[in-house]
């Protein structure tokens, strides 16, 4: 009798496939929502323009939770012998895009380099987020230190994940190969 693993686990993958196909849609099925038929915005980077050729916002099409602006005009990045040091200080403006309350979010604001080496905060909104809702969220008086690899480093900004009631959805995250960045994620 052949075995049956290699069918079930043709299956199996098969079946992962579309579920990570389905717009909107995470593994638990209290995850669903749809997203407005607006196209994202463009974010809009100000702050240094030696800071702002650094950032990158992280392309998410199934994120409930778009990036509209991102203002880093007290942030300052210094790199010099494979050493970098931040102070950070910046407002992100956000809007849900979803057709959910939004319970709670994290983004992502760090400086990497080529060696997944990197330090930011993770700013939440604690409080709800209805549909179609923005907010501001500010950080200033944290930043670090660390390596940096070849002396190039990256502002990556993104969703994290987003809370609704009864579940957790984290985003994809696209980081184009060509910026030399290897995301710290698995």
Known sequence: MPSLLPLFLSLAMLAAGQQSADSGAAL???CKFTVSDVEPAKPVITGPDDV???VHVIEQPDSPVEILSADFSGTSVSISQGQKTHKD???IRIR???????VDLSLITRVMDSSREGAGIVPR???GLAPGQ???LRNCG???SGGARDNQVRLIVGVEWVRFDGCE???SRRIPSSLGMRPYWP
């Not at 849900?96 to 939004?102: A, D, P, T």
């Open 142 to 144: 944290s930043g670090g």
């Open 28 to 30: 638990n099925a209290s």
């Open 89 to 91: 200080c910046w407002t």
């Open 125 to 127: 909104a604690r409080q």
């Open 96 to 102: 849900n895009r979803s057709k959910r309350l939004i």
């Open 134 to 136: 923005e907010v501001e």
């Open 169 to 171: 959805y984290f985003p």
């Open 52 to 54: 702002v050729k650094l």
